[in-house]
């Protein structure tokens, strides 16, 4: 049994239909194609069983596989303590972070994590509104997007 193939058998013992989200690869894709990716380096991905493919999405291999977009990606981490991230960190770009902050904090959300700098990008933070959805907010820089 190929390894992909294992945590097919694996991932429907735990999840709905296999997997996670609207993308079931058992019902909409051939048969051989990869559900699951080890890594990835550039446009390039491996599958488990150690396949080579060009990512043809916009990254999407990369964002979901690992860290290869230089000081784009990182492993997934805490952001609220004790609840590790089960799904890809979402930020939004904002014009005022201090306004932000306010509003969020007003409107019954936390700062989960304080604003910090990233030099050359803009000051992020991280918010957990009352839904419990842990989100991140960043002022860009002027003129980073021009």
């Known amino acids: 049994m190929k390894n992909d193939d ?3 058998v694996r991932a429907k013992r735990v999840i709905p239909g296999g997997m ?5 690869v058992q019902k909409n894709m051939p048969k051989n194609y990869p559900q699951y990716f080890s890594r990835a380096e550039g446009c390039r991905l491996w599958d488990v069983d150690d396949n080579e493919y060009i990512d043809f999405l916009c ?4 964002m979901i596989a690992g860290d ?4 784009a990606l990182q492993e997934r981490r ?16 904002v014009d005022d972070l201090a306004a932000t902050i306010t509003a969020i904090e007003a409107s019954g ?3 989960v994590m304080p604003p910090f700098r990233i ?5 992020l933070v991280y918010f957990e509104d009352t839904e419990g959805n842990v989100c991140g907010a960043m002022q860009y820089e002027q003129g980073l997007w021009d």
């Open 59 to 62: 990254a999407f291999g990369p």
């Open 68 to 71: 290869s977009i230089q000081g």
């Open 119 to 123: 030099e050359g990008v803009g000051e």
């Open 109 to 111: 959300g936390k700062i």
């Open 20 to 24: 996670y989200g609207h993308l079931s």
């Open 78 to 93: 805490e952001l609220v303590p004790g609840r590790r991230a089960n799904t890809f960190e979402t930020t939004l770009g």
């Open 6 to 8: 294992a945590l097919r």
